[in-house]
């Protein structure tokens, strides 16, 4: 059961619409357009996952882009499943192209189109969230199940070369559901009662902090950077003149 629903993140809508309100000819226009292709696809791929965890039992909990505070930062898990017995960590990534994972410089390489291109590996990010949700599990004394993790490639056609690692697995998104009936049959027996779950949904949703940033600060800009006024909902114009409604001059 869906605990926490997937919403558009703030930062995507900040970025579509600073894109809106950004000058063809504006210096930061590249860098912007960059980081909204780039929001776009990750939220895209999120979204892909979806489909697939229709398959998981109804009892298990799952919370969608949940962000938390550690001691002193803050964590955002991209799909959260809570059973009674186990808890999976999902990283979404919507990569194109041939990914290959460097067990040792813990780098991730993309070849697309004969170009080569680095990422930091996700499994690094993966396990530093596993380690940071076990201590929030503990420092708010709610039980520790195992804690499994994941990265989920949610672009069916990339080709992964990944050797297996202790920091987690990286699978096709189409892969989760037969990975977690594995994890179920590992542990059979649950951990954590109805209350307990109950109390942990509770506490997780009461500790969710989305992140709302500032998109302007983010960029250098200034608010004068952006064009202001109402814009037009058939053809994109600005702005709009007002005279007993909203009239677009195009
Ligand atoms: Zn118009």
């Not at 809106?20 to 912007?32: A, E, G, I, N």
């Not at 809570?82 to 410089?105: C, H, M, Q, W, Y």
């Not at 951990?191 to 998109?215: K, Q």
């Amino acid at each position: 059961m869906i605990q926490m629903q997937r919403v558009k993140p703030m930062k995507l809508c900040q970025l579509e619409s600073l894109h809106r309100r950004l000058d063809k000819s504006h210096p930061k226009q590249l860098p912007v357009e960059k980081a909204l292709s780039s929001h776009a696809a990750g939220y895209r791929g999120e979204q892909a996952i979806d489909y697939h965890l229709t398959f998981v039992r109804p009892s298990h909990m799952i919370f969608h882009g949940l962000r938390l505070q550690d001691s002193s930062s803050y964590f955002q898990i991209d799909t959260l499943l809570v059973t009674p017995s186990f808890i999976l960590i999902i990283e979404v990534k919507n990569i194109a192209g041939t990914l290959d994972f460097d067990p040792e410089r813990f780098q991730m390489v993309r070849h697309l189109n004969g170009v080569a291109e680095g990422f930091s590996d996700p499994r690094l990010q993966v396990t530093r969230h596993y380690l940071q949700l076990e201590r929030w599990l503990r420092y708010q004394k709610l039980p520790v199940p195992p804690i499994y993790r994941v990265v989920a490639i949610s672009f069916p056609n990339t080709i992964i070369h990944a050797p297996s690692s202790s920091f987690g697995k990286v699978i096709h998104a189409a892969q989760l559901p037969y990975d977690i009936i594995d994890l179920e049959k590992k542990h059979p027996a649950p951990l954590m009662s109805a209350a307990d779950m109950d109390n942990i949904a509770s506490r997780l949703n009461r500790h969710h902090r989305p992140l709302n940033p500032d998109i302007l600060t983010f960029f250098e800009m200034e608010p004068k950077d952006i064009k202001n006024g109402v814009i037009c909902s058939a053809c994109g114009a600005m702005p709009m003149q007002w005279q007993a409604g909203w009239k677009c001059e195009h």
